[in-house]
């Protein structure tokens, strides 16, 4: 800056021009703004604001210098008999200016004859336009300031914090008197129209994952009201000067370095943004942790995030208490639809009981509440007594209210020790809106405030203790977020300390940790997946097996979308849920299949925690999950299934392998045709007790057929020729058929919507499943599930068939070629 002045001096004795002057100027100012990043790194922007102001402060003093040099040239008055003074407000009044943030310049003159003020006006502010200062300015006579106040809150919210900058400091006392004018006047309708300013932004501005850092919840605007009440009431020219009775000096330092660390950051964000913004996006945070000091990984965005939100909260907390003691005692009614403390209280779990009894409707806590709170006596951790007090707290109506209290008296974590890891955790994931906390108090409020009729008489019909375990259900589903292992299963294990210690019975324990665990499921396959494929269905339903636990995760799933804060549940997706709802209402029907599936999602579950599993690449991860036969995972361990779907993956065409130990077993896996028929045609003479065919994926087919003897090892070649015979074309077989009744067989089409079902229960006969098999081959049905079992000379075959192929339309031929030659039928 020395360096600017001695230049601008030696251009003001070489009489330059102003073009000139302002040039050097502009000079300074490009190089100086241009190192701001370097000047904010070295200290993390600690006191940088404040060094800012100045050297902005140095450059319009400089100016002000070169315009009386070239108005009044050798014959230059004393400043203070000059009838004018630059004054700046706003942020920069404060000395809190940030790099993109326009210079807030107000000039105040008296019209005394023989000064030419406004020519000297003039002269400023071309100068500074010259210089390319991002200005915002106001020219008033001092005279006009109280009527110019009265015009808008804003100006007057500005003029109240006025600070001098340069200029007749004899005027600068005419204009303090006029301040204190405007201070007087009026003060009750400023304060109503600033209140209801305020509540309008943060409706506007609420607490988000991409909070304004200015006009939103616990941004400056909040900390700025609390100076601007100050100054008008008590006309202090800073908050921490307030009395103690108002500003506790121990609660002024905790929002003392959040509101700093919010400088820093509003610093650094037009810094990194280059332009004026108060919005903190996603994709600007890696830039804003490297310029803060954070690490630049992901851990240390997320550190940042964190911090941002508690900082806020802080500043929204304590801006509330500190205002209403100020203007609570002028205008009592801008608090009367708040809840109160009871007086007498002083320990936290008569404040949680009060708060409880008044949870039956929705209520906002009043300032005083929020500071009986966070004062309030309590033991080092939640005993007995208030665990009792929570537990009754879930049988109110309105829960949600008191809960949300709780968080903004930063008490969530303590009372609910589940939550205390989610505290302001952000969520990365462009799907929700809030961090963690929040999310889950949205999710609770939405859940107790349901406006879908139809969803809210599932809600209506639930029990009390279906309906509190709901409700805690829904408060901790996304506790488990933020750590290394997968979220649901560590929200389900937090579930059941937490519910053990409110008393809760061991059934809905149990449920709550079920809809934690499963409560992205409904949302996820209503819209990811075939809402319409009855297996699809049928998985899902089998996760939860009742009518009351269906219910209870289609109103989790609900409130937890609604909780997101964004459209997510609109009116397609609540179409897709209801349909998926029905389906799986339908689907409880069936019991027996529904038994099925859900031994093939424990199974699947099971497969999925293995290290074999988790060893395969995604792809044939994806790809075993989807084999649609349920037997295949009942039947099979998870060591077997991992070595299947191994040996499948290296199959080109086909692939065998022959035990031969205690007794006769083959496994084949195929890609193109096998000819079944054949080869157990060709073994004809060995009885075969158990059989299994599974379609896995990529064309692929699993076949094991175990028989009820060892084969002579001399024999092997000779089987081995005809399983590879049984890969090529082969003369239409003469099978013996085999001698079925009517009542031995069972054809059902309506199985379910996507399969149909032969039941064979019948005398084990040699040739028996080569017939068979030939005569689905010879009419193209193609086995999509088998399970083959014989047992003291009885067979027991079930066929899965897809209803999509060619069994259904031929049903009656199969019926005719299996029982044509029975003599009774004769």
């Given at each position: 800056?020395?360096?600017?002045?001695?230049?601008?001096?030696?251009?003001?004795?070489?009489?330059?021009?102003?073009?000139?002057?302002a040039?050097?100027?502009?000079?300074?100012?490009?190089?100086?703004?241009?190192?701001?990043p370097?000047?904010?790194?070295?200290?993390?922007?600690?006191?940088?604001?404040?060094?800012?102001?100045?050297?902005m402060?140095?450059?319009?003093?400089?100016?002000?210098?070169?315009?009386?040099?070239?108005?009044?040239?050798?014959?230059?008055?004393?400043?203070?008999h000059?009838?004018?003074?630059l004054?700046?407000?706003?942020s920069?009044?404060?000395?809190?200016?940030?790099p993109s943030?326009?210079?807030?310049?107000?000039m105040?003159?008296?019209?005394?004859?023989?000064?030419?003020?406004?020519?000297?006006?003039?002269?400023?502010l071309?100068?500074?336009?010259?210089?390319?200062?991002?200005?915002?300015?106001?020219?008033?006579?001092?005279?006009e300031?109280?009527e110019?106040?009265?015009?808008?809150?804003?100006?007057?919210?500005?003029?109240?914090?006025?600070?001098?900058?340069e200029?007749?400091?004899?005027?600068?006392?005419?204009?303090?008197?006029?301040?204190?004018e405007?201070?007087?006047?009026?003060?009750?309708?400023?304060?109503?129209?600033?209140?209801?300013?305020?509540?309008n932004?943060?409706?506007q501005?609420?607490?988000?994952?991409e909070?304004n850092?200015?006009?939103?919840?616990?941004?400056?605007?909040?900390?700025?009201?609390?100076?601007w009440?100050?100054?008008?009431?008590?006309?202090?020219?800073?908050?921490?000067?307030?009395?103690?009775?108002?500003v506790?000096?121990?609660?002024?330092r905790?929002?003392?370095?959040?509101?700093?660390?919010?400088?820093?950051?509003?610093s650094?964000?037009?810094?990194?943004?280059g332009?004026?913004t108060?919005?903190?996006?996603?994709?600007?945070?890696?830039?804003?942790?490297?310029?803060?000091?954070?690490?630049?990984?992901?851990?240390?965005?997320?550190?940042l995030?964190?911090?941002?939100?508690?900082?806020?909260?802080?500043?929204?907390l304590?801006?509330?208490?500190?205002?209403e003691?100020?203007?609570?005692?002028?205008?009592?009614?801008?608090?009367?639809?708040?809840?109160?403390?009871e007086p007498?209280?002083?320990?936290?779990q008569?404040?949680?009981k009060t708060?409880?009894?008044?949870?039956?409707?929705?209520?906002?806590?009043?300032?005083?509440?929020?500071?009986?709170?966070?004062?309030?006596?309590?033991?080092?951790?939640?005993?007995?007594?208030?665990y009792r007090?929570?537990?009754?707290?879930?049988?109110?109506?309105?829960?949600?209210?008191?809960?949300?209290?709780?968080?903004?008296?930063?008490?969530?974590?303590?009372?609910?020790?589940p939550m205390?890891?989610?505290i302001d955790?952000?969520?990365?994931?462009?799907y929700?809106?809030?961090?963690?906390?929040?999310?889950?108090?949205?999710?609770?409020?939405h859940?107790?405030?349901?406006?879908?009729?139809?969803?809210?008489?599932?809600?209506?019909?639930?029990?009390d203790?279906?309906r509190?375990?709901?409700?805690?259900?829904?408060?901790?589903?996304?506790?488990?977020?933020?750590?290394?292992?997968?979220?649901?299963?560590v929200?389900?294990s937090?579930?059941?300390?937490?519910?053990?210690?409110?008393g809760?019975?061991?059934?809905?324990?149990?449920?709550?940790?079920?809809?934690?665990?499963?409560?992205?499921l409904?949302?996820?396959?209503?819209?990811?997946?075939?809402?319409?494929?009855?297996?699809?269905?049928?998985?899902?339903?089998?996760?939860?097996?009742?009518?009351t636990m269906?219910?209870?995760?289609?109103?989790?799933?609900?409130?937890?979308?609604?909780?997101?804060?964004?459209?997510?549940?609109n009116?397609y997706?609540?179409?897709?849920?209801r349909?998926?709802?029905?389906?799986?209402?339908?689907?409880?029907?069936?019991?027996?299949?529904?038994?099925?599936?859900s031994?093939?999602?424990?199974?699947?579950?099971?497969?999925?925690?293995?290290?074999?599993?988790?060893?395969?690449?995604r792809?044939?991860?994806?790809?075993?999950?989807?084999?649609?036969?349920?037997?295949?995972?009942?039947?099979?361990?998870?060591k077997?299934?991992?070595s299947?779907?191994?040996?499948?993956?290296?199959?080109?065409?086909?692939?065998?392998q022959?035990?031969?130990?205690?007794?006769?077993?083959?496994?084949?896996?195929?890609?193109?045709?096998?000819?079944l028929?054949y080869?157990?045609s060709?073994?004809?003479?060995?009885?075969v007790?158990?059989?299994?065919i599974t379609?896995?994926?990529?064309?692929?087919?699993?076949?094991?057929?175990?028989f009820?003897?060892?084969?002579?090892?001399?024999?092997?070649?000779?089987?081995?020729?005809?399983?590879?015979?049984?890969?090529?074309?082969?003369?239409?077989?003469k099978?013996?058929?085999?001698?079925?009744?009517?009542?031995d067989?069972?054809?059902?089409?309506?199985?379910?919507?996507e399969?149909?079902?032969?039941?064979?229960?019948?005398?084990?006969?040699?040739?028996?499943?080569?017939?068979?098999?030939?005569?689905?081959?010879?009419?193209?049905?193609?086995?999509?599930?088998?399970?083959i079992?014989?047992?003291?000379?009885?067979t027991?075959?079930?066929?899965?068939?897809?209803?999509?192929?060619?069994f259904?339309?031929?049903?009656?031929?199969?019926?005719e070629?299996?029982?044509?030659?029975?003599?009774?039928?004769?």
């Amino acid at each position: 800056m020395r360096t600017l002045t001695a230049k601008v001096e030696e251009l003001l004795y070489e009489n330059a021009p102003d073009i000139e002057i302002a040039k050097a100027i502009k000079g300074f100012l490009k190089e100086y703004f241009s190192t701001l990043p370097e000047l904010f790194g070295q200290t993390g922007g600690r006191d940088f604001l404040f060094r800012h102001t100045r050297t902005m402060d140095a450059v319009i003093k400089l100016i002000y210098k070169v315009a009386l040099r070239e108005s009044f040239g050798q014959y230059l008055p004393l400043k203070n008999h000059i009838p004018l003074t630059l004054v700046a407000l706003g942020s920069y009044g404060r000395e809190q200016l940030c790099p993109s943030s326009d210079i807030d310049l107000m000039m105040v003159y008296e019209e005394t004859p023989g000064y030419r003020t406004k020519e000297l006006i003039e002269k400023i502010l071309y100068l500074l336009w010259d210089t390319g200062l991002k200005l915002g300015h106001r020219v008033h006579e001092v005279s006009e300031l109280p009527e110019v106040a009265r015009s808008d809150i804003t100006i007057k919210s500005a003029i109240l914090e006025s600070r001098f900058l340069e200029g007749s400091r004899f005027l600068w006392t005419g204009i303090e008197n006029r301040i204190k004018e405007i201070r007087f006047e009026d003060p009750e309708t400023f304060i109503r129209q600033k209140v209801e300013e305020r509540r309008n932004h943060h409706r506007q501005y609420p607490l988000t994952m991409e909070p304004n850092i200015k006009e939103g919840v616990g941004g400056f605007r909040d900390a700025n009201m609390v100076y601007w009440i100050g100054k008008l009431l008590y006309n202090v020219p800073r908050i921490r000067e307030l009395d103690s009775s108002i500003v506790d000096p121990d609660d002024y330092r905790e929002f003392h370095q959040a509101l700093e660390f919010l400088f820093r950051l509003r610093s650094a964000l037009h810094i990194v943004t280059g332009k004026k913004t108060d919005r903190i996006r996603l994709e600007l945070l890696p830039d804003l942790a490297r310029l803060l000091k954070f690490e630049s990984s992901y851990r240390g965005q997320l550190r940042l995030a964190r911090r941002v939100t508690g900082h806020l909260k802080t500043i929204h907390l304590y801006s509330q208490i500190w205002l209403e003691k100020m203007i609570g005692p002028l205008l009592p009614e801008l608090y009367a639809d708040c809840l109160l403390p009871e007086p007498r209280h002083r320990k936290l779990q008569a404040h949680l009981k009060t708060m409880s009894r008044h949870a039956g409707r929705a209520f906002s806590p009043h300032p005083r509440l929020l500071d009986s709170l966070i004062h309030a006596e309590r033991p080092e951790r939640p005993d007995t007594m208030l665990y009792r007090e929570l537990y009754r707290l879930f049988e109110r109506a309105q829960s949600h209210t008191v809960l949300t209290t709780l968080s903004e008296a930063r008490l969530l974590g303590y009372l609910i020790p589940p939550m205390k890891k989610v505290i302001d955790l952000p969520q990365f994931d462009g799907y929700h809106r809030y961090a963690v906390d929040r999310h889950s108090l949205e999710t609770l409020r939405h859940l107790e405030n349901i406006d879908d009729p139809h969803i809210r008489e599932l809600y209506e019909a639930l029990d009390d203790e279906d309906r509190r375990t709901l409700k805690i259900a829904a408060l901790l589903h996304d506790a488990g977020k933020g750590r290394k292992r997968d979220h649901h299963h560590v929200g389900a294990s937090l579930f059941r300390i937490f519910a053990q210690k409110l008393g809760l019975s061991e059934k809905a324990i149990a449920q709550g940790e079920r809809l934690i665990l499963y409560h992205t499921l409904m949302s996820t396959t209503a819209q990811r997946e075939d809402i319409y494929s009855e297996k699809v269905v049928m998985r899902f339903a089998s996760r939860f097996g009742s009518k009351t636990m269906l219910d209870m995760i289609y109103l989790l799933t609900y409130a937890d979308m609604k909780g997101v804060g964004t459209d997510v549940y609109n009116d397609y997706s609540a179409k897709l849920l209801r349909t998926l709802y029905k389906e799986a209402l339908e689907s409880l029907r069936h019991e027996s299949r529904l038994d099925e599936t859900s031994k093939r999602m424990a199974a699947v579950d099971r497969l999925k925690r293995s290290r074999a599993f988790l060893a395969l690449p995604r792809s044939l991860r994806t790809k075993i999950l989807a084999i649609n036969s349920d037997a295949f995972f009942i039947r099979h361990s998870t060591k077997r299934i991992v070595s299947i779907a191994q040996e499948a993956w290296k199959t080109e065409e086909y692939r065998y392998q022959i035990t031969n130990s205690r007794y006769l077993t083959i496994e084949i896996i195929r890609r193109h045709d096998f000819n079944l028929s054949y080869l157990l045609s060709r073994l004809s003479r060995l009885h075969v007790v158990s059989m299994e065919i599974t379609k896995l994926f990529d064309g692929l087919k699993y076949f094991k057929i175990d028989f009820n003897e060892r084969l002579d090892p001399s024999e092997t070649p000779q089987l081995e020729e005809f399983i590879k015979a049984s890969f090529f074309p082969h003369p239409e077989l003469k099978l013996h058929r085999p001698e079925v009744h009517p009542e031995d067989l069972e054809v059902n089409c309506d199985h379910s919507r996507e399969y149909a079902t032969l039941r064979l229960q019948t005398a084990d006969q040699p040739g028996l499943l080569a017939y068979l098999i030939s005569l689905f081959d010879a009419l193209g049905v193609d086995i999509a599930s088998a399970k083959i079992h014989t047992f003291k000379g009885r067979t027991n075959d079930l066929f899965l068939i897809e209803k999509n192929g060619n069994f259904c339309q031929n049903i009656e031929a199969i019926v005719e070629r299996l029982i044509a030659h029975n003599p009774d039928k004769a």
